[in-house]
């Protein structure tokens, strides 16, 4: 425990994350794939990497309706059981078949969705330096939140702690946002991300 006391202290914050993995004993670790400590909530939105190097990490911005937190949307939609509906907002996601390796909510629970070692449906069309399809090569990790409303500073704590983790299992050359990657289609995490402060903290 001691390595968590020391990469939470100086919180402010009462995160839900180092209680929940205080109760439970768990440190959060990665091993063949799957992140240790992590509620662990499998998608079948998922298939084989065509390559196998792991390069980029792409973060992304989600809530469901928008704008909202807390709900169980997220989950259903990654799960392929969000009733269309229910919500005027969720319209567009009928039959979307999407997932992201990791959910980081707003008081800093982590969900496992998909294996690192397998390819995730989050990024869509899109390009990174050159290299097309960045599902192929990257690991997608969704933030609760929207473009406007300031991320939680336990969100970036535990999305430091997770990067750095990530980066220690994999060969990953850089951060970056789903904004970044598919710049004509999509504007997260937004401008409400703090680029500077994250790269602070890893
Ligand atoms: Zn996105």
Redesign the pocket.
């Known amino acids: 425990m001691d390595h968590l006391y020391e990469v939470y202290s100086g919180s402010d914050t009462l995160c839900a994350l180092l209680l929940h993995s205080a109760k439970l004993g768990v440190v959060l670790r990665i091993e063949n794939g799957m992140l240790v400590g992590a509620a662990q909530v499998p998608s079948e939105n998922k298939d084989s990497r065509p390559v196998e190097e792991i390069s980029l990490i ?5 809530s469901l309706p928008d704008g909202e937190f807390g709900g169980p949307y997220i989950k259903q939609l990654f799960c392929n059981s969000l009733d269309c509906k229910q919500h005027p907002d969720f319209s567009s996601l009928d039959g979307l078949k999407v997932s ?1 390796h990791l959910v980081i909510y707003r008081e800093g629970e982590v969900e496992q969705y998909v294996s690192f070692l397998d390819r995730a449906w ?3 069309k899109s390009s990174y330096h050159g290299q097309a399809n960045c599902n192929d090569f990257s690991i ?1 990790i ?1 933030l609760e939140g929207t473009d406007h409303v300031p991320y939680t500073s336990c969100q970036y704590k535990v999305l430091a702690h997770i990067c750095r983790l990530l980066q220690q299992a994999y060969s990953i050359c850089n951060i970056v ?3 970044d990657v ?1 710049p004509e289609r ?1 504007t ?2 937004g401008d409400s991300f703090l680029w500077p402060h994250f790269r602070a903290l890893i």
Not at 58 to 62: M, Q, R
């Open positions: 792409v973060l992304h911005g989600i992201s989050h990024a869509g997608g969704e946002g789903h904004s598919a999509k997260d995490p």
